[in-house]
């Protein structure tokens, strides 16, 4: 049979059917229990704004095993790991560009023939989850997880996350990303807590986490420490007046007198941009050197809203500029970072063993309850009970009261914001459990050196991350919330007392640890309320997902999964998640869980500005991929507040007003709303966009050159197999074929495009394979070589003529279309199938995804690249594109006979206006002519 169908024209000699043997293949494209394989229609024209030829691919891939690790793979395995989206998720722009590169580099591998372990995962995501449950169940059934209890909580937790956590991966597919679904991960999978309680357990016994009492950023509305990558900053200029979060006006300085004890009328005058903070006020900071203040060293004043305090004026020049305001600085240790570290540094309550330095008392008083409200602690009974940001107001008037008040100013302001609630983030001192990072950080430098480790890019982010190692502080690690991983810590309780922690996996394991004297006396235990940072786990990913569990006495069977081939990632959380993950795998593994780091850039909107809801300029790559009217766009955003609408005036006026902000910036910036342009025309457009390492500043007008490239693509599929049906051939071995200068000229070109696009993936500078595909379609195959060889596949043209050209035809368009396939699969795919429709689109088992990676030895040698002939001809051809009147092209010598036989397509492709003949060696010009291109 494959002998007929060659001797009909029909199948080339050398198919690109994968690592299948042809004998193995299925007959039997349709199964009762698999989706049938896609069919493109070659006579419908492609225009992804119209149709679809990306339906139905990935359930074909996915349903026929080609996303598992290949069997047959002759190299070694490339292991991936997908950062992991939270539960909470919907795939956004910067996800496209995280799937567009690591599933470029996934087909890659897979059709170099390499075993290709690309886990998908999602995280628990602990605060975010928990935020959006608490948020629905107090708009369907309002209540809060306090009613419930927090195993119920929990529960309802699970249900939510069963019933939508998977929405992005399911999102991902629409992406075309070839995960390994069969290794899907979840960061609270049985096997992936286990490890992660007990390297807690181990990092405890190490005597690498401890607990202690220090400075956090608390979200009031939370009720919970948050990292740093959970704070964002709303900046207030001093021209900007008086702005408002939760109810509070920022922006302004307030200045207020201490009276001096004993000073007779003397004062100190500071200011402050937190009024509510002045009831924990307990020293006041000046300038050692200050020649204002020095009589005042030690010195106390009054308290203006609590009778009979008196604070201590303490100098200190790590804290106070003597030439900002007037030089003095109140100090509430509890409730400012820099007043804390102020604290520790000059408290007796701090240090209480140290004698060498000159200390006071300096007590540390919280005077704000987790919620964010005044307690008794201020001593100001007319605050206590109330928001402290409600009471700002409350406090100015009874400053004003006391005649101590003096004045506001306009005053620019940095106000640290919760980034999941918005609410204004409070420093506190809280309990927690700390991880100490110096020796971890140490020990990833060291295996670095040792092991190697690359970057891209490369500069800054080598020097950054050794900088970020160096100075790096403690990891606070606990989190005041119900879901996540619950601290494996457990108290020992003596009455009312904790005497001691015990860290274990288990409250068996911990009631083991229990001393007979402990047991004697009665002792209880009780696990800590607290659950781990979310980051703690997905930092053990490498670890986990290997199937490594840190249970004494494990096998080293997890040891064939680790480490991962490289981490490709957004430069945003290189230290939040990739940093910890280096120091966490490699603490327990003595090898970095990576040795190649892969940054992304950020992407921005067209004119830089980070993208955002609020600011209406986010673009949602579901849009691209189907369109999306204005109607549409802003119908979906509005639908996100249907539960806040419920919930009463005050919330239904806020979100009323962030729809009419959407509404309005989306008109603005989609005027014409999002055009359907398909997944495979954003994904290289993404990927090109690598070219600007730091920053893309994202515009539609790149993913419509790319849907342009596709279409593109198509017509010269169409050209082929429309010329082969008209007239079939017969394929001939191109390595011993007698060749034109064109055909020389293109498989120069042809190897070239190889070796650049394959160096590409090899250095990982995906966007130099993306500008050279698209310039050799464009500017080589489609724009010089199919003209150049219409004239050699026509009808009438000589059979041997035919038979060379048709067949190197399908070979250049069945390479390109190979190389394409890392980033545009469903399109390059669905055209490859239709090339040799009976060895490809007919068997079930066929796929480009198992094909193999083109190389330079399936080429004939391409000689001289077509030698002085080819580059007249093409010198010619430029010259008659750009003339405009009538003339005369004189031949030289050794081009004569190719440049006859080429005239007529090169009239045809030079569209001129003028007339231009060809003319003989040594002829005069006519009258009115002059000569187009003479040598």
């Known amino acids: 049979m494959l002998a007929t169908l060659r001797q009909a024209g029909r199948l080339p000699r050398r198919l690109y059917l994968g690592r299948i043997p042809l004998a193995t293949l299925s007959t039997t494209a349709a199964r009762t229990t698999l989706p049938p394989k896609p069919r493109r229609n070659l006579k419908e024209a492609f225009n992804p704004r119209k149709t679809s030829i990306e339906k139905g691919w990935y359930e074909y891939w996915d349903s026929r095993g080609h996303f598992e690790p290949a069997k047959d793979a002759t190299k070694p395995a490339v292991r991936m790991l997908l950062p992991p989206p939270n539960v909470t998720g919907e795939l956004h722009i910067g996800h496209a560009l995280m799937l567009a590169i690591e599933d470029a580099l996934?087909?890659?591998?897979?059709?170099?023939?390499?075993?290709?372990?690309?886990?998908?995962?999602?995280?628990?995501?602990?605060?975010?989850?928990?935020?959006?449950?608490e948020k629905m169940l107090a708009a369907q059934r309002s209540v809060t997880r306090q009613d419930l209890g927090r195993e119920a909580f929990v529960e309802e937790v699970e249900n939510w996350r069963q019933k939508y956590g998977r929405r992005i991966l399911e999102q991902m597919k629409e992406i075309g990303a070839s995960t390994t679904n069969s290794r899907e991960y979840y960061t609270k999978d049985e096997g992936l807590s286990k490890a992660v309680s007990n390297a807690f357990v181990r990092l405890w016994e190490e005597g690498l986490i401890y607990r202690d009492t220090r400075m956090v950023n608390w979200s009031a509305k939370?009720?919970?420490?948050?990292?740093?990558?959970?704070?964002?900053?709303?900046?207030?200029?001093?021209?900007?007046?008086?702005?408002?979060?939760?109810?509070?006006?920022?922006?302004?300085?307030?200045?207020?007198?201490?009276?001096v004890v004993d000073g007779n009328g003397e004062e100190i005058i500071v200011a402050t941009t937190r009024p509510e903070t002045i009831p924990g006020d307990r020293a006041i900071a000046i300038h050692p050197e200050d020649p204002r203040y020095k009589h005042l060293h030690y010195k106390h004043v009054s308290h203006p809203l609590i009778p009979g305090l008196t604070i201590p004026i303490i100098p200190d020049a790590t804290l106070v500029d003597p030439e900002f305001g007037t030089g003095a600085v109140k100090i509430t240790p509890a409730h400012d970072i820099n007043d804390y570290a102020f604290w520790k540094r000059h408290s007796k309550q701090a240090a209480p063993e140290d004698t060498t330095s000159k200390r006071v008392d300096i007590p540390l008083i919280t005077i704000f309850d987790n919620a964010g409200k005044m307690t008794s602690a201020c001593q100001v009974e007319s605050l206590v009970g109330h928001d402290r940001l409600f009471m700002r107001k409350r406090v100015v008037k009874l400053l004003e009261d006391a005649n101590v008040y003096r004045g506001k100013f306009k005053h620019n302001m940095r106000v640290p914001v919760c980034s999941r609630t918005g609410g204004?983030?409070?420093?506190?001192?809280?309990?927690?459990?700390?991880?100490?990072?110096?020796?971890?950080?140490q020990k990833v430098k060291e295996v670095a050196v040792r092991d190697g480790l690359k970057f891209?890019?490369?500069?800054?982010?080598?020097?950054?991350?050794?900088?970020?190692?160096?100075?790096?502080?403690?990891?606070?690690?606990?989190?005041q919330i119900w879901w996540g991983h619950r601290i494996p810590a457990y108290r020992v309780i003596k009455g009312d007392l904790t005497t001691r922690w015990i860290a274990a996996e288990t409250e068996e394991t911990a009631t083991a640890q229990l001393t007979a004297e402990e047991k004697a006396q009665g002792c209880t235990l009780a696990q800590d309320e607290d659950v781990l940072d979310t980051w703690f786990s997905s930092g053990l990913l490498p670890l986990s997902t290997a199937g490594w569990r840190g249970t004494v006495g494990e096998s080293d069977a997890w040891k064939e999964n680790y480490p991962i081939t490289f981490i490709e990632s957004g430069g945003d959380i290189l230290f939040f998640w990739l940093a910890r993950m280096a120091m966490l795998s490699t603490h327990f593994s003595d090898a970095l869980p990576f040795n190649e780091?892969?940054?992304?850039?950020?992407?921005?909107?067209?004119?830089?500005k980070?993208?955002?809801?609020?600011?209406?300029?986010?673009?949602?790559?579901?849009?691209?991929?189907?369109?999306?009217?204005?109607?549409e766009m802003i119908e979906k955003y509005a639908a996100t507040f249907e539960a806040q609408l419920t919930q009463g005036p005050n919330a239904a006026t806020a979100a009323q007003k962030k729809i009419r902000e959407y509404e309005a910036a989306t008109r603005k910036h989609f005027p014409k709303g999002i055009t359907k342009s398909g997944a495979d025309s954003l994904r290289m457009a993404l990927v090109d966009y690598t070219r600007q390492s730091r920053q893309i500043n994202f515009e539609l007008r790149v993913v419509d050159v790319f849907r342009k490239l596709a279409i593109k693509l198509d017509n010269a599929v169409?050209?082929?197999?429309?010329?082969?049906?008209?007239?079939?051939?017969?394929?001939?071995?191109?390595?011993?074929?007698?060749?034109?200068?064109?055909?020389?000229?293109?498989?120069?070109?042809?190897?070239?495009?190889?070796?650049t696009v394959t160096s590409a993936f090899e250095s990982r500078e995906l966007h130099q394979a993306t500008e050279a595909i698209r310039a050799y379609t464009y500017d080589t195959l489609c724009g010089v070589y199919i003209e150049f060889s219409k004239a050699d596949i026509a009808p009438e043209a000589p059979d041997a003529r035919r038979n060379v050209t048709l067949t190197l035809l399908y070979s250049l368009i069945d390479t390109l279309l190979r190389l394409l396939h890392p980033f545009m699969?469903?399109?390059?795919?669905?055209?490859?199938?239709?090339?040799?429709?009976?060895?490809?689109?007919?068997?079930?088992?066929?796929?480009?995804?198992?094909?193999?990676?083109?190389?330079?030895?399936?080429?004939p040698e391409a000689g001289d690249m077509g030698g002085q002939e080819m580059k007249d001809v093409l010198e010619i051809l430029d010259e008659v594109r750009a003339f405009n009147g009538t003339g005369t092209v004189r031949m030289r010598a050794e081009s004569e006979e190719y440049l006859r036989s080429m005239w007529a397509t090169l009239e045809k492709m030079g569209k001129t206006k003028g007339r231009v003949t060809l003319g003989e060696t040594g002829q005069e010009r006519a009258d009115g002519e002059r000569w187009v291109k003479e040598w």
């Open 718 to 755: 169409l050209f082929y197999t429309n010329t082969v049906a008209a007239q079939p051939f017969t394929p001939v071995d191109l390595k011993t074929a007698d060749l034109t200068p064109h055909d020389r000229w293109i498989i120069h070109h042809n190897a070239e495009l190889i070796r």
């Open 222 to 259: 939370l009720q919970t420490a948050v990292s740093d990558i959970e704070v964002e900053f709303q900046e207030f200029p001093n021209a900007a007046g008086s702005t408002k979060i939760d109810g509070a006006e920022f922006g302004f300085l307030h200045q207020f007198a201490y009276p």
């Open 825 to 859: 699969p469903f399109h390059s795919e669905s055209l490859w199938q239709e090339l040799s429709p009976s060895a490809r689109a007919l068997e079930d088992s066929v796929t480009i995804m198992k094909a193999d990676w083109p190389t330079v030895a399936e080429l």
């Open 456 to 479: 891209l890019p490369e500069h800054p982010t080598e020097q950054l991350w050794n900088q970020w190692l160096d100075g790096i502080q403690d990891w606070c690690l606990s989190r």
């Open 610 to 631: 980070k993208m955002s809801k609020s600011v209406g300029n986010v673009l949602d790559p579901l849009y691209v991929i189907h369109g999306k009217t204005q109607k």
């Open 424 to 441: 204004v983030i409070e420093p506190m001192p809280q309990p927690q459990w700390y991880l100490k990072m110096k020796p971890l950080a």
């Open 106 to 133: 996934a087909r890659y591998y897979r059709m170099n023939s390499h075993q290709v372990i690309w886990a998908p995962g999602t995280d628990h995501a602990g605060i975010a989850t928990q935020t959006v449950v």
């Open 597 to 608: 780091i892969l940054l992304h850039p950020l992407v921005c909107d067209a004119t830089g």
